[in-house]
């Protein structure tokens, strides 16, 4: 027996084996050690090695234990009875259930999907296609590094170079742009696999090989990761087997050309799927292509700085904005609720397509209240039916199903003759339609309402469904009653009335005759025993009645299991119908839940536009409105428009900041707007202001605003206006990576990187702190120079906080400043949680630290320090005498916008609102060296007339000697 183990986990190396032994599932050697740890079971020894085993019949509890450990399971079963003297009983693996494969009902999270995942490197494209057993779900896609470029420019270095030294070149340059690339789709795959959450994942060897892909998978957290030979991943191989696979001719209906890479990860991910299920998915449709463009791009930081579906705490569903709107009644409604949050639309006709059909049901709230009632109904359709596709139904389930069907068709009779959108009542084809109603119906007839889910033990089948069944189940109960009628049978055949029917162990059942009655003894009547009173007699029918009543309960159990499977295998006609109703429910119970949610919260229709505005009033932030008291939160609004200012002129002409009267037009525009703040031309608003004043929450309630428009929800907000996004970008907090190796400010960088490279005129950009991991001076400069590029370059709509108020110096035609009121009385600090324009005061960052109780010792001191550090700030070299303005941006050589040094007139400008707002000098914090160096390193050379030179060396070398 021992060898036969050996021989079955010699197969499933990579599995803990479930090996049968009578009533028992043992593991052995490596298996019982890792399992009896997991699972905390009493480790024991067999022939001196390791083992340990579970109760066959509860073995499901520790199956779901192992799968949340990340384990696959190879369930080895007996293939027969074991018969005394014939050897070995006969076992193999029946089923292997892994984190990515498994449909059972107990192993799954009801409301989001279970993906497995398919990685690899086809033709220089990065192809991830993801599948849902449990649902049906199959797609496939590609990104090509950089969107394309460094890719194309590889291939062309590498075919279309002559001679060994442009070789050399291409290869060093094929280098630099192999590094760029692969971090490129590092971090599409970061977003992908965020954006999925699978539990499983088949990678190709040497893919692996490339560290920042190999550290995306080391970093998700419970992701089983299967390495994969690259010949498995076989592109032009796929293209023939999956067309097949499907009864297709080609995959071009679905969206793929024949020589797709993306068909290379399809194609090796079905083939792992049917080889591990050991059973058919007929329920399995052709892949469908995942187009990026159909959606709004939200990377993997975004999405998690903005706890779309997984808080930054415990990464829970609490406080999320997936558990505001989340108001589904269906397992299918809250796992797609969950795909239009991380996926919105980026069309304008599908959102409002969404809106429509929300907006319809918000303005019938009876209509709405009957709908969510019968949605309540409808069980999770979708994984039922797959259940039955491959064969893993029980009654209980095919019960589900039949409600389900009946609760969809009680939906579809509430919509009708409403007037209701199309997303909201699809027309479904009449045989479709009587399909599944036949199914419900046959389900109905056959199934008791309390069925066992075991099909060893009888129970599932209706009285008055099967003739033959019945009978049985008749001769089980009434077997007196059938051996008397057939005794009276014989009596009146026979003439001998005193014919009895009676019982021994030895020879059954039997007639007994006594001797005055011999001579009427029946031709048929066969002989069994002799008495001195009389006889024993027994017939064929009797013997037949006797085989039937005691093998009554085996036939019934038999005949029920029988009838059981052919009621399931002729559902299986209805899979695909039933998974149409399915996505069908879901889709209404999306749109109820929204229409719900924004009756309940008090949200508004959003009007979607195409031209690149951001119009809010009375805006607010949907999980921290919903925790707070009703009336508690402080609502704000705001205004963006990035279009182009018809007095700009265009990037790489000085368009910057070319005409003072033009800035100060507009900061006189903006001191004047109303609470919404600025210029209606304005794309790009800076908000200053104190911590804990809100700015984190303004910020994230702008981006979740429109990203819920997106989605197809209603917003909270009193009016909205939202201008059509591409991408929605938010870096906010600090936040540090320890296992890739980087710090807060790096996390910050990449962050911030990724945003300046892939950004819009169409985006969504949310930052707050940038420059902040780093010195004051580092930061500022970099923070300068972000704020330039995403006003001069991207020109997007941009909402930028900061603690740097010198950036509170920037004029732009794009730009207005925003800030955080608050109230100071007596040396007192309330903030009013509100916008308004302008910017900030201060930071209040000492009344903060009040506010979180440090030592009035450390406050006094730092109020002391704040002072001197000020005035010495004040004193140095170049900051006296600034204006009122701000350095004007000159444009790079490449015309690319900002990225040039303030010019020496511009200087002297900006330098008066920090001689405003600070007072005197601290001659002991810096030496005269270290502030005639540190304006040596300032000077404009190339600005300055010999006379302006002399004047300074002069000035310089007076100080030096005062000093």
Not at 475 to 480: D, E, G, P
Not at 796 to 802: E, M
């Amino acid at each position: 027996m021992m060898d036969q183990y050996r021989r079955i986990k010699a197969r499933y190396r990579d599995a803990v084996l479930f090996f049968r032994l009578g009533d028992f599932y043992e593991m052995f050697f490596e298996d019982a050690v890792e399992v009896s740890a997991l699972l905390d079971l009493t480790l024991t020894k067999r022939q001196g090695e390791p083992m340990c085993g579970i109760p066959y019949h509860a073995a499901k509890p520790y199956i779901a234990r192992l799968l949340k450990h990340g384990k696959k399971i190879a369930v080895c079963e007996q293939l027969g009875e074991p018969k005394a003297g014939k050897g070995i009983v006969d076992r193999d693996v029946v089923e292997v259930v892994t984190p990515g494969t498994t449909v059972e009902e107990d192993f799954l999270e009801q409301g989001a999907n279970n993906y497995i995942v398919a990685i690899c490197l086809s033709r220089r494209r990065l192809c991830v296609a993801y599948l849902d057993l449990s649902t049906g779900e199959f797609r496939a896609h590609s990104r090509e590094a950089s969107a394309g470029e460094s890719a194309a420019r590889g291939d062309a270095a590498r075919w279309d170079v002559a001679g060994e030294s442009a070789a050399r070149e291409s290869a060093a340059r094929e280098s630099a742009e192999d590094a760029s690339g692969s971090a490129v789709l590092a971090e599409f795959l970061r977003s992908e696999l965020y954006r999925l959450g699978p539990r499983e994942a088949l990678v190709q060897q040497s893919l692996l090989e490339l560290r920042p892909i190999a550290q995306v998978l080391a970093e998700s957290e419970g992701l089983v990761v299967n390495r994969y030979p690259d010949w498995s991943f076989d592109a032009e191989r796929s293209a023939r087997d999956l067309p097949r696979r499907f009864g297709l001719a080609s995959l071009k209906g679905y969206g793929f050309a024949d020589d797709a890479p993306e068909l290379a990860a399809a194609g090796a991910l079905l083939r792992y799927v049917d080889e591990t299920a050991k059973a058919a998915t007929p329920h399995l449709s052709p892949p469908l292509p995942y187009r990026e463009d159909e959606f709004v791009g939200i990377d993997e930081g975004s999405r998690k700085n903005l706890e779309l579906v997984r808080n930054l705490g415990d990464s829970g569903t609490a406080y999320t904005l997936l558990s505001v709107l989340d108001s589904t009644h269906t397992a299918p409604g809250a796992r797609l609720l969950r795909q239009w949050l991380l996926q919105p639309l980026h069309s304008r006709a599908g959102v409002e397509q969404r809106l429509e059909a929300v907006d319809f049901l918000y303005r019938d709230q009876r209509l709405l209240a009957a709908l969510r009632d019968t949605l309540a109904s409808v069980r999770d359709i979708e994984r039922l039916a797959s259940r039955v596709a491959m064969d893993k139904a029980h009654a209980k389930d095919l019960l589900a199903l039949r409600l389900s069907i009946v609760s969809c068709q009680a939906v579809r009779t509430l919509l009708e003759g409403r007037g209701a959108p199309r997303l909201l009542a699809p027309e479904w084809p009449e045989d479709l339609l009587g399909l599944v109603d036949g199914i419900a119906q046959r389900i109905e007839a056959a199934i008791k309402d309390e069925p066992s889910i075991l099909l060893t033990e009888g129970g599932l089948i209706r009285d008055g469904y099967d003739a033959e069944l019945d009978r049985l189940r008749s001769l089980s109960s009434r077997s007196r009653e059938v051996l008397e009628a057939y005794v009276e049978e014989e009596r009146s055949a026979s003439g001998i009335s005193g014919l009895r029917v009676r019982y021994n162990k030895i020879i059954g059942y039997y007639l007994e005759v006594s001797k005055g009655k011999l001579d009427a003894v029946p031709p048929h009547f066969i002989r069994r025993q002799s008495l001195v009173t009389g006889e024993r007699y027994t017939t064929t029918r009797l013997a037949e009645l006797e085989s039937e009543i005691n093998g009554a309960t085996e036939r019934i159990v038999e005949l029920e299991r029988s009838l059981f499977l052919s009621l399931r295998e002729s559902a299986k006609e209805a899979v695909p119908a039933m998974l149409s109703l399915g996505r069908a429910a879901a889709v209404q119970d999306c749109l109820a839940s929204f229409a719900w949610t924004a009756t309940a919260r008090g949200y508004t229709r959003p009007k979607m536009v195409d031209a690149p505005v951001l119009h809010i009033v009375e805006g607010r932030h949907p999980v921290v409105e919903a925790h707070l008291r009703d009336g508690a939160f402080v609502p704000n609004g705001l205004e963006l428009n990035a279009s182009a200012p018809s007095e700009a002129a265009s990037p790489g002409e000085g368009s910057a900041l070319e005409s003072a009267a033009a800035a100060g037009q507009a900061s006189a525009a903006g001191q004047g707007a109303a609470s919404t703040g600025g210029p209606r031309e304005a794309s790009f608003a800076l908000i200053t202001g104190p911590n804990m004043a809100g700015k984190s929450t303004y910020l994230r309630q702008t981006a979740l605003i429109a990203l819920m428009a997106h989605s197809g929800s209603f917003v909270p907000a009193f009016e909205a206006e939202i201008g059509l996004v591409d991408k929605i970008f938010c870096r906010v907090g600090a936040q540090d990576n320890l296992a890739r190796g980087e710090s807060t400010f790096l996390v910050e960088m990449h962050e911030t990187a990724y945003i300046l490279n892939t950004a819009t005129r169409h985006s969504l950009v949310v930052m707050d702190e940038v420059g902040r991991g780093t010195s004051t001076l580092d930061g500022l400069a970099i923070a300068w120079a972000v704020a330039e590029r995403l006003l001069d370059q991207t020109a997007c709509r941009t909402l930028f906080a900061t603690h740097y108020h010198e950036l509170t110096a920037l004029e732009h035609p794009r730009l207005k400043n925003l800030s955080l009121s608050v109230l100071e009385e007596k040396g007192e600090v309330v903030f009013l949680k509100r916008i308004e324009n302008g910017p900030a005061r201060s930071s209040f960052g000492i009344h903060v630290a009040r506010l979180a109780g440090l030592p009035e010792s450390v406050l006094a001191r730092a109020a002391e320090l704040q002072t001197w550090l000020s005035r010495a700030e004040a004193s140095l070299p170049g900051m006296a005498g600034r204006g009122a303005g701000a350095p004007p941006f000159r444009p790079a050589a490449d015309g690319g916008g900002a990225g040039g040094r303030p010019s020496k007139e511009s200087r002297a400008s900006a330098a008066g609102r920090a001689d405003a707002a600070r007072e005197g000098g601290q001659a002991g914090l810096f030496s005269a060296e270290d502030m005639v160096i540190a304006e040596l390193r300032g000077i404009d050379l190339d600005g300055l007339s010999p006379r302006e030179a002399l004047s300074r060396l002069a000035l310089l070398q007076s100080r030096l000697q005062s000093g």
